[in-house]
Structure formats: C-alpha cells, structure tokens
Nanobody, 125 residues
Framework: QAQLVESGGGSVRTGGSLRLSCRVPFNMFSNYTVGWFRQAPGKERQFVAA????????YYLDSVKDRFTIARDSAENTVWLQMNSLEADDTGVYFC??????????????????WGQGTQVTVSL
C-alpha cells in the first residue's frame, strides 16, 4: 500500500537536473527518517539518501553526495531530493520511503515499512 507520494521524475540529458518531492503524511511519530531508494531494471533496490525529520541529519550514497541534496519542508510535510549533474547510472525508479525511527539501517530497503509508488528518472547520454 502506497503511503507516500513522489513526484518530479522525468527524462533529462547527462548533466541535467531534477527535483523530486515526497509528500509525507505522518503525524504520529515525533521523529522518523525519510529516504530515497532507486531501482534500475535488473538491479537491486539501492539506497540514495535519507534525512531524519527532527534533527535533519542527512545521509548519502557516496556516489551522489556531491551532486544530490536532500531536505525537508516541515510546513509542507515534504521531503525533496535535488539531483544535479545527473549521470546515466542515476537512471531508475526512485522511491520515497519512511521509517519510524531516527536510527535505521539505511541500505536494507526491507527494513523500511512505508513506501511510495515510485517516480521514473531517465538520464540519457
């Protein structure tokens, strides 16, 4: 069951930018983590970035840390992922996910209970 809603995907050329948004409807947790995962065809779902809601601690996959920025907008209950200098390897379906705790296993997507339906990001050469 989709519990978060992503938007902002699309097709860009190498070097372009996209901004993904995730609407987070939760109001029952004092602190939680919101993250982004991506999955390319035939590949495992891969952790990209995450942010803790209360403390705004950000975590990134090493290959994106100088190009992507994750942030939250508490007024809009939204987490966004600004993706710059996109590369072909960034192509995939990007999923927003949430975990009710601040300290979570980042890389294991099976430990994240709340998910959106995904938004496609395609980076062309």
């Amino acid at each position: 069951q989709a519990q978060l809603v992503e938007s902002g995907g699309g097709s860009v050329r190498t070097g372009g930018s996209l901004r993904l948004s995730c609407r987070v409807p939760f109001n029952m947790f004092s602190n939680y983590t919101v993250g982004w995962f991506r999955q390319a065809p035939g590949k495992e779902r891969q952790f990209v970035a995450a942010i803790t809601w209360k403390d705004e601690r950000a975590y990134y996959l090493d290959s994106v840390k100088d190009r992507f920025t994750i942030a939250r907008d508490s007024a809009e209950n939204t987490v966004w992922l600004q993706m710059n200098s996109l590369e072909a390897d960034d192509t995939g379906v990007y999923f927003c996910a949430a975990h009710p705790l601040a300290h979570v296993p980042l890389v294991d997507s099976r430990q994240w209970p709340y998910w959106g339906q995904g938004t496609q990001v395609t980076v062309s050469l």
